[in-house]
């Protein structure tokens, strides 16, 4: 099983900084990694595909990137409505998640 | 427009069998473009993969769930259902299903990502 770890597990950010989050898989996964934002009380959306490419309807603010099994997801400017839990999951074999970073109001 | 909505009991006793279908609209279950899957989140807690189907009959399942789960189709209904015997506390869960962008790596047909879900349903698990 490939496991996916997220850090930091809480990031405190105040409204229109940058906000950097990570995720490590344990071994090789090509650019097989999905970002997803979740709102309280709602499901995961896919926020990202490909390790870089942006799902419909989220802006460009969010951006991915990959250096080897190192997986970034940075959010430009956050916005308040982008302040929500954020997980990453690998499909390089049978999907396994990260446990979540929260981005939370500073 | 794809659309997905999971139904069923939202209490179930400990040591039975937990069951939930997931209605799709917009779509075949029958496409081959699409797997189906149920992903589970403990309150609280993170996203976990349960398993998913496709070709009606091929399913994968999670290791940590391989001894206790089934997840079939009904294309007559357009459905697809899970469900998960012997359950215990631990398996109070908000369970999603989702549709599973079909991928392959190296030619092996692997699930890829997910999207979209269906709201997700809360079960307890509970005497």
């Known amino acids: 099983e490939i496991v996916m770890t997220q850090s930091p597990a809480t990031l405190s950010v105040s409204p229109g900084e940058r906000a950097t989050l990570s995720c490590r898989a344990s071994q090789s996964i090509s650019n097989n990694l999905a970002w997803y934002q979740q709102k309280p009380g709602q499901a995961p959306r896919l926020l990202m595909y490909g390790a870089s490419t942006r799902a419909t309807g989220f802006p460009a603010r969010f951006s991915g990137s990959r250096s080897g099994t190192e997986f970034t997801l940075t959010i430009s400017s956050l916005q308040s409505e982008d302040f929500a839990v954020y997980y990453c999951q690998q499909y390089n074999n049978w999907p396994t998640f990260g446990g979540g970073t929260k981005v939370e109001i500073k | 427009q794809l659309q997905l909505q999971e139904s069923g009991p939202g209490l179930v006793k400990p040591s039975e069998t937990l069951s939930l279908t997931c209605s799709v609209s917009g779509v075949s279950v029958s496409s081959s473009t699409y797997l189906w899957g149920w992903i589970r989140q403990p309150p609280g807690k993170g996203l976990e993969w349960i398993g998913t189907?496709?070709?009606?009959?091929?399913?994968y399942y999670s290791p940590s769930f391989k001894s206790r789960v089934t997840i079939s189709l009904d294309t007559s209904k357009n459905q697809f259902s899970l469900k998960l015997n012997s359950v215990t506390a631990a398996d109070t869960a908000v369970y999603y299903c989702?549709?599973?962008?079909?991928?392959?790596?190296?030619?092996?047909?692997?699930?890829?990502?997910?999207?979209?879900w269906g709201q997700g349903t809360l079960v307890t698990v509970s005497s």
């Open positions: 989702a549709t599973q962008i079909r991928n392959t790596v190296f030619g092996v047909l692997i699930g890829g990502w997910f999207d979209p």
């Open positions: 189907i496709y070709y009606a009959t091929t399913t």
